[in-house]
T-cell receptor, first 112, second 109 residues
């Protein structure tokens, strides 16, 4: 079974630039999550989708971050403009029903 | 008080040792509980779910204490390959998940 696919694996940008991440969840998984993980900390939920609807985006910095999940499958997360403190790993995860999450390899973002 | 709290460690133990981690949660309405393992520079992976009756998977035992609002993870006969960060996750009936910051384990030869 194919896992959660994410791209790019690494991204280096300068502050104030924009960046986008892509995620393809496991086939049939209705729930998709975007997490931000700063080194040494646990994952922080940015946004959770159920099919193509948003379940929780309470911790998404909406002035600069946006996410969409068109057709309830693939998802993109965008940051515009990026700040230094956005440097982190951005993890996408999906789950079927029982809240057991399967994660992609993540995107390591460095903002210079 | 944080919703989910873990001792960050690091726990340094010799091979073959038994080590236990606790995770406390503040919301008594919590309904589901999980332990994830995260290796350095890798994504988290589900280690085991935690059931009310407790559950065991080989050298790993997870337990839930609802009265005291904590879950535990016991690792017996530690291996070098057990070195990782162990993340506690607590879920609610609205499918919201709260993650702990993780406990770092280093198993030494």
């Amino acid at each position: 079974e194919a896992g959660v696919a994410q791209s790019p694996r690494y991204k280096i940008i300068e502050k104030r630039q924009s960046v986008a991440f892509w995620c393809n969840p496991i086939s049939g998984h209705a729930t998709l999550y975007w997490y931000q993980q700063i080194l040494g900390q646990g994952p922080k939920l940015l946004i959770q989708f159920q099919n193509n609807g948003v379940v929780d985006d309470s911790q998404l910095p909406k002035d600069r971050f946006s996410a969409e999940r068109l057709k309830g499958v693939d998802s993109t997360l965008k940051i515009q403009p990026a700040k230094l403190e956005d440097s982190a790993v951005y993890l996408c995860a999906s789950s079927f029903i029982n809240e057991k999450l399967f994660f992609g390899s993540g995107t390591q973002l460095s903002v210079l | 008080r944080k919703e989910v709290e873990q001792d960050p460690g690091p726990f340094n133990v010799p091979e073959g040792a038994t080590v236990a981690f606790n995770c406390t949660y503040s919301n008594s309405a919590s309904q589901s509980f999980f332990w994830y393992r995260q290796d350095c520079r890798k994504e988290p992976k589900l280690l085991m779910s935690v059931y009310s009756s407790g559950n065991e998977d080989g050298r790993f035992t997870a337990q839930l204490n609802r009265a005291s609002q904590y879950i535990s993870l016991l690792i017996r006969d530690s291996k070098l390959s057990d070195s990782a960060t162990y993340l506690c996750v607590v879920g609610f009936n609205n499918r919201k998940l709260i993650w702990g910051l993780g406990t770092s384990l280093a198993v030494n030869p």
